[in-house]
């Protein structure tokens, strides 16, 4: 079956550090990567996608690149600020398990100043 | 963007009572609305797809008796935990896929998701 498997958190980074949350699947065929961020008292976002391997996401300065490879999507910032404390959940869909998506644990990312 | 709200954002019964947990599309309809299930430290897991005028349909190992959902508008759906008990203290999210023009983009929009405490 499909799964995803992130870093254990919380991970605490100071602000303008760089950022990197590991995220790695079990899937069979192509599925699509996801990133979504789950802010303090609301709903999950969508932060960025990657439909096919090689594909890069990026949004609001965070990128991921889907590696079949290494069956990974890992997630990564230059230089994170304070307002990116959150959660962020890896997760993917796959044609072959019924068009649902199928989340990792997520990770919670809190940055200090 | 779209807005998927979820009412309430946390509650408190007694072992044995019902709860109901509502999700409500503001800005868009919603044929199809999914509800999980979150436990500390793990994945959200699918419980249930929603259909609006249709029966649910439920993910392998979730009772359907325990967990009752009604999608009867096209932007509400209700998840009711009958005779609760401890072990389903959890947080219970929904989504809904989004729509435009009345057709489906694709796009899943989340609620801020439902603590539940059972005492």
């Known amino acids: 079956g499909n799964s995803v498997t992130q870093m254990e958190g919380p991970v605490t980074l100071s602000e303008e550090a760089f950022l990197t949350i590991n995220c790695t699947y079990t899937a069979t065929g192509y599925p699509s990567l996801f990133w979504y961020v789950q802010y303090p008292g609301e709903g999950l976002q969508l932060l960025l996608k990657?439909?096919?391997?090689?594909d890069k996401g990026s949004n609001k300065g965070f990128e991921a690149t889907y590696r079949k490879e290494t069956t990974s999507f890992h997630l990564e910032k230059g230089s994170v600020q304070v307002s990116d404390s959150a959660v962020y959940f890896c997760?993917?869909?796959?044609?072959?398990?019924?068009?649902?998506?199928?989340f990792g644990t997520g990770t919670q990312l809190k940055v200090e100043l | 963007g779209a807005v998927v709200s979820q009412h309430p954002s946390w509650v408190i019964c007694k072992s044995g009572t019902s709860v109901k947990i509502e999700c409500r599309s503001l800005d868009f309809q919603a044929t199809t609305m999914f509800w999980y299930r979150q436990f500390p430290k793990q994945s959200l897991m699918l419980m249930a797809t929603?259909?609006?005028?249709?029966?649910?349909?439920?993910e392998q190992g979730v009772e359907k008796d325990k967990f009752l959902i009604n999608h009867a508008s096209l932007t509400l759906s209700t998840l009711t935990v009958t005779s609760a008990h401890p072990e389903d203290s959890s947080f219970y999210i929904c989504?809904?896929?989004?729509?435009?023009?009345?057709?489906?983009?694709?796009?899943?929009?989340f609620g801020e998701g439902s603590r539940l405490t059972v005492l």
């Open positions: 997760a993917l869909i796959n044609t072959g398990g019924g068009n649902k998506l199928t």
């Open positions: 929603s259909n609006e005028g249709s029966k649910a349909t439920y």
């Open positions: 990657a439909t096919k391997a090689d």
């Open positions: 989504s809904a896929r989004g729509t435009s023009g009345g057709s489906n983009t694709g796009e899943l929009f």
